[in-house]
C-alpha cells in the first residue's frame, strides 16, 4: 500500500495481523470501460437514489471523497473520512468475515480494489469498488450509523467461528472469482455453485458469526429505515445495486419490522432477497445488536462459552474472573457437580495477557505445547483466591519458595513449590510452580513434575470466551490467508483498441473539444463493436446537446432502441441511460 494512505490515522492505527490483507489499488488499472461503469452507475444511482436513499446522496458522496465522474483514488477517499475519524483501505475481493469486522471495529472502511465488468453492470456477487464505496461510504457520515457501524464490528470480531464458516466463506469467494471472469468455465462455474448450495445446506447448527453475519446482511447491506410503507434505503447492496435498489421497493418484495426475529432469516448472496427488514432508527439497530450480544460467548463465558470454543477448533481466548487472558486452541474443559467450568485444557501454542497484552515470558513458544490449569474456588473459602491477601496467600503456603498445597471445590488439588506470582491491580492472576502435580477428583493425573514447571491461571470463574487472541499482534503476526486470489484479466489488442475508443468519447466529454471526432468514432464503434452499448449511450449524450449532429443522434438513438427490442437482458439498462440523456443528473 502506498506510504501517504497511512496518513489517515484510522488507517495508521491497523495492527499487522490486518495490514496483511491490504493491497494497492492501482489505480492506473482502471480501463476506460471501467470507468464508464463506475459513470453509469453513479449516474443511476443519483437519478433514482436522491428519492429513496435515506441520505442525501450527493452531500454523503463528496463527504466521502467521490464524485460521480470518475473512480474514487484511495487518497482521495482517505483524506475525506479522515474528517469523520474514519478511513479506508483496499483489498482483494472477500477477505475473511473476523477481518472485515476488526476493520470496521477499527473505523476503517474495507474497499476490494477491482470493479465489476460491464455484463454485470447491475449487479455482482463479489465485493467490488462500487459497491463498497458508493454503496457504504456515503451514509457513512450519518454519526448514528457509522457508530452503529464499529459498534457491530468490535463485537463481530469477538464472535465464535465454526469450522463450516470458513469453507462456505472460501466457496463463495471462489465462485464470486469465477462470476467475475468474462469467459468462465462452465463446468468450473457450476461446480462451484454446487460448493456454495452444499455448503449453505450443510452448516450445522449455525455459528455466532453465522448468525452475525445475517444481522449484518439485513442491517448494513440490504437495510431499510422509516415505516413499512414508505421505507428509504440505507444499505450498501441496494444503494450499490442499481437493479435492485429499484426492484427492492416493488410489493412483492415483503417489508419486515427489523427486530432480534432477523437472525432467523437466512440469505443468499447470489439471489435477489425475498424480504428486507425496516429500521425505524438507526438506533434500533444498536438495541437489536445488544439483545443478540447478551447471548454470545463473549458475554455468557462459563461453560457455554467454553463449548463453543471446542467446537471451532480455532484459536479463543478465555477470561478468568481475574483478569488473565489465557488464548489458544481450547480442546477439553472439565465441569464440576454444578457444570461451572473446573479445568481447561488447550493443545498446541497458548498465550497469556493481561488488558490484551501478553505477558512478559508468556508467549506462545514458550507455552508451545499448550496450557492447562484449574478454575474455580478453593474449598473452604467464602472468597474467590484471586481477592486473597498476604494473610490468606500464607495460608495455604502460595508464597514464592513455600509448599503450596490448593484444594479446589470441584475436588482438584494441586500441590507445588511456588516459585512466581504474578499480581495485576491487586488481584492475583498467575502461580507458577516447580516440583508440582495436579489431581482430578478422581485422581487423574492432570500435571506431573517431570513435565517442568507448572503455571497456573488464577481465578474462580470464566467470564468471557471470543474468537482469535487477546494480543493479535503477538498471537497472530499472520492471519487467515484465503485460499484463492481475485482473477486480474489481460487484454487482447482488439480490447483494448474498445477501450481507446471509450477513452476518446470520454476526452470529448471533459475538455468539451474535439467534437467533430465522434462520428469517426462511432463508425468504428459500429465496424469493430456492434455488440457494446454503454460507449454508444456516451456519444449520445454529448450529441444531445449538440444542434449539428441530430442526425447522427437519431442513427445512434435507434440503434440502442433496437438492441433493447432483442437483447431483454440490455432492456432496462438501455432505457434508464436514454432517460438520464433527456433528464440529466444535476450535481
Known amino acids: 500500500m502506498d506510504f501517504q494512505d497511512f496518513n489517515n490515522p484510522q488507517v495508521a492505527a491497523l495492527p499487522s495481523h490486518l495490514r496483511q490483507y491490504i493491497v494497492d489499488q492501482h489505480y492506473e488499472h482502471y480501463t476506460p470501460i471501467d470507468q464508464a461503469v463506475w459513470r453509469y452507475v453513479m449516474r443511476q444511482n443519483y437519478s433514482y437514489l436522491k428519492d429513496v436513499a435515506y441520505y442525501p446522496y450527493i452531500p454523503g458522496l463528496e463527504e466521502a471523497g467521490l464524485t460521480i465522474e470518475h473512480i474514487p483514488r484511495l487518497q482521495e477517499m482517505n483524506d475525506a473520512l479522515a474528517k469523520i475519524g474514519w478511513g479506508a483501505v483496499t483489498v482483494d475481493g472477500f477477505i475473511p468475515p473476523a477481518a472485515f469486522m476488526e476493520y470496521q471495529a477499527y473505523k476503517v472502511l474495507v474497499i476490494a480494489a477491482d470493479i465489476r465488468q460491464l455484463k454485470h453492470i447491475e449487479y455482482t456477487p463479489a465485493p467490488d469498488i462500487i459497491h463498497e464505496s458508493a ?7 450519518d454519526p448514528d450509523y457509522h457508530q452503529y457501524l464499529s459498534y457491530f464490528g468490535s463485537i463481530g470480531a469477538k464472535a465464535m467461528f465454526s469450522a463450516q464458516d470458513y469453507e462456505l466463506y472460501e466457496a463463495i469467494r471462489a465462485l464470486s472469482i469465477l462470476k467475475e471472469m468474462p469467459d468462465a468455465d462452465p463446468t468450473s462455474l457450476k461446480n462451484a455453485e454446487e460448493q456454495v448450495a452444499y455448503w449453505q445446506q450443510n452448516m450445522g447448527e449455525p455459528s455466532e458469526m453465522a448468525l452475525l453475519s445475517r444481522l449484518h446482511w439485513w442491517t448494513v447491506e440490504y437495510g431499510l429505515i422509516g415505516t413499512l410503507e414508505n421505507p428509504k434505503i440505507y444499505g450498501a447492496g441496494l444503494l450499490s445495486s442499481i437493479g435492485e435498489s429499484a426492484t427492492c421497493m416493488q410489493p412483492h418484495i415483503k417489508k419486515l419490522w427489523y427486530t432480534p426475529e432477523a437472525v432467523n432469516y437466512a440469505y443468499d448472496i447470489t439471489q435477489p432477497q425475498q424480504q428486507l427488514f425496516v429500521t425505524p432508527t438507526f438506533q434500533n439497530l444498536i438495541a437489536v445488536l445488544e439483545q443478540f450480544a447478551d447471548k454470545m460467548s463473549f458475554r455468557v463465558g462459563g461453560s457455554y462459552g467454553l463449548q463453543k470454543a471446542v467446537e471451532s477448533s480455532d484459536t479463543c481466548t478465555m477470561v478468568y474472573s481475574s483478569g488473565l ?7 477439553n474443559f472439565m465441569k464440576d457437580a454444578n457444570g461451572q467450568p473446573a479445568f481447561i485444557k488447550l493443545t498446541g501454542p497458548a498465550a497469556l495477557a493481561y488488558a490484551d497484552k501478553q505477558l512478559n515470558g508468556h508467549d506462545k513458544n514458550y507455552h508451545k505445547d499448550g496450557f492447562s490449569s484449574p478454575v474455580g474456588r478453593l474449598k473452604g473459602y467464602d472468597k474467590p483466591f484471586e481477592d486473597f491477601n498476604r494473610d490468606e496467600l500464607l495460608s495455604v503456603g502460595a508464597s514464592v519458595g513455600e509448599q503450596a498445597q490448593l484444594n479446589f471445590e470441584s475436588g482438584i488439588n494441586l500441590k507445588g513449590i511456588v516459585k512466581t506470582l504474578v499480581v495485576k491491580n491487586g488481584k492475583t492472576v498467575l502461580i507458577t510452580f516447580e516440583d508440582c502435580t495436579v489431581k482430578s477428583a478422581d485422581g ?28 493479535k499482534n503477538t498471537f ?16 487482447s489488442e482488439q480490447k483494448l483498441d474498445l477501450h481507446r475508443l471509450y477513452q476518446r468519447v470520454r476526452n470529448c466529454r471533459e475538455q468539451k473539444s474535439g467534437y467533430e471526432r465522434l462520428p469517426y468514432i462511432w463508425d468504428q464503434l459500429q465496424r469493430d463493436f456492434p455488440r457494446d452499448w454503454l460507449c454508444a449511450l456516451e456519444i449520445l449524450e454529448i450529441l444531445d446537446h449538440k444542434n449539428d449532429e441530430q442526425e447522427l443522434a437519431l442513427i445512434i438513438t435507434q440503434f440502442l432502441k433496437d438492441k433493447a427490442a432483442v437483447q431483454p437482458e440490455l432492456k432496462k439498462l438501455i432505457e434508464d441511460g436514454l432517460y438520464l440523456i433527456k433528464h440529466p443528473v444535476l450535481q
Open 135 to 141: 454503496g457504504h461510504a456515503p451514509i457513512i457520515a
Open 325 to 331: 487472558q489465557v488464548s489458544g486452541t481450547l480442546t
Open 444 to 471: 487423574q493425573i492432570l500435571f506431573d513434575p517431570a513435565w517442568g514447571v507448572y503455571d497456573m491461571a488464577v481465578g474462580e470463574s470464566i467470564t468471557s470466551v471470543y474468537s482469535g487472541a487477546a494480543d
Open 476 to 491: 497472530e503476526e499472520i492471519g487467515y490467508s484465503p485460499k484463492t486470489s481475485t482473477y486480474h484479466p489481460t487484454y
